[in-house]
């Protein structure tokens, strides 16, 4: 292939990335129509850049993330805004995709963002963390669990500019494991998960080293593809290994009906699993029976009487008529906690917006009390809940 | 044993879908000699027709399937007309890129319409009975599909041998222009033949719908390769080598990911393919006829 042709294929090519990216952005909001002034200290808002999967494998997650995060921009405006600025949601969507993650941190970056809320999975927040590093500005995960998210696992050093809303993966997948030991009373288990991403290959290696740590045995170790949808050739040899309790870290899409082909083949014990379960989607694939003793880690639960949690409940029930999951609450959460660092900086200026975030203490949110640690992850308690008839019960 | 068997029982309902979808690809290579890459994609649409046909129509799930066949029938003969009929003449390589983009145009415009969130097959539309035959598993499911599978594979076996049109099929499959000659009208021939093909296809996608429950717009991808596969395994191009590779893939699958390991069950499934085409291009059934790719 001469030179001359093939720099002319690559040129066709950036055009098409960038006819792509054109096509993208009209899926956002009005608010790119300000992107010329690009100053965010002057400005009589403060903009914040919520870079959310709103389309894509994960949708559902990115979709109740933003409702919840609107949800809290619209009570502190409603209560006068920070600093007596009102907060300028900039929603944007990153398809579940990586390197679109990257993209649209760039462009809000132009817009004149502060900080930005999301994305909602490790790898695409892995994707934003170089434009957010480079550009100063910081960054809240809200359910960003991998550990090295926060932390550059091979330099040893935290990443100064990124934040995350949840616990990593090491405190879920050890949780999860003293349930099963603790409450449960189990002795060995499978484990079935994901091995296409760190966030359930991350919760498959710390659920068993605390196992075995606690003298349980795992019996049996399988993997699957996001994607997948045949486990019962799995299913089946794990079948014959008798485990009292399968552990099956992953997301909704393909456990629903992993959860589902187990029961069918008559695998009746407890299955455990992360906060990637949680989503209705699980109700409505796997059934109802099928779901009974299954347990899962997660942020919070719905069911919990205390006020804060009940009144947000309901005013996310009468805007979207559902009930709001996980990162709803961790969406809504992180505008709060990053509204809190803005009065506490007594400034909009990104890096005291840093500063403050690092110092955080004692910030009560809906996901519990927490206060940030010197690697940049929220210290508080891990939820386990049961599905019982279809509905969520906390244990 | 009793963990083979049962893994036999996994292996045929799986190979069932994946010869349905085999079919299709194989009677269009042996007609007009083009590796259709938008057949998984039919089968995704017959899926998604399936399910708006049971969640609003609410027909059941016979009525669903056939609806969702004629449908697909239909699809299939407007994506040849419009996409590959203008290219029965140009290079072969002009004709795949074309079925290439037909496969990312139907993903796209179905995520485009219907988002990308899974939609859920209502459990109503097939209540799930097991019963268990000496600790074997079978679910009326499996057997559903199987069944099925088997007499759709039937009716197109005499298609093809018994009827005027399965003979004139025959006929442009084994030379197109002595075929023209001899008054056979090729264009409707193809047609029928995209027709039936995605018809086989819309039926796989209800089934894998109604197994698995969830679907999604970009479903098709990777049954459809698989598929592919199976084709190439039996003899792309021939009927027969398309069920058996069906059969053959999901049995095989399911076993590795039962006794090997789940991780290498893809690795497997591919690495079959790269064996064929090695050892034996033409397929467990092929002759060498010297003139196939």
Redesign the interface.
Known sequence: MSKKGFSKKVALLVLAVFMLAIVAGCGGDKASDKASDGDNKVGDTIKVGINCELSGAVASYGDNARNGALIAIEEINKAGGVLGKQLEPLVRDNQSKTDEAMNVSAALVDEGMVAQIGPLTSGAVAGSTPVMMENQIPLIAPAATANNVTVDEKADKVRDYIFRMCYRDSDQGQRMADFAIDTLKVKNAAIFGSTSDDYAKGLAKYFQEEFESKGGTIVAVEGFMNGDKEFRGPLTKIRGKNPEFIYVPGYYTEVSVLIKQARDLGLSVPIGGGDGWDSPDMVKVAGAEALNNTYFTNHYSVEDPDPAIQSFVEAYQAKHKKAPDSFAALGYDSVKLLADAITRADSADPVKIKEALEKTQDFTGITGKMSIDEQHNPVKNIVVIEYKDGKLVSR | ML?FM??LV??LS?GAIYALIALGYTMVYGIIMLINFAHGDIMMVGAYVGFFSISILGSNIVVAMIFAMVSCALLGVVIEKVAYKPLRNSTRIAALITAIGVSLFLEYIT?YFL????R?YP?SAFP?H?Y?VLGL?I?NKDIFIIVSAVILMIILQYIIKRTKTGKAMRAVSLDREAAMLMGISVDRIVSVTFAIGSALAAAAGVM?GL????I?P??GI?PGLKAFVAAVLGGIGLIPGAMVGGFLMGVL???????G???Y??AVAFGVLILILLIKPTGLFGKNTGEKV
């Open positions: 963990e049962q893994q996994n292996g799986l995520l988002t990308a969130q899974q859920v459990d799930l097991k268990e598993v679910s894998i197994y698995y429950n969830a999604n970009l479903m990777i699958e399911t076993l590795v990911s039962g006794y390991s789940s991780m069950r893809d």
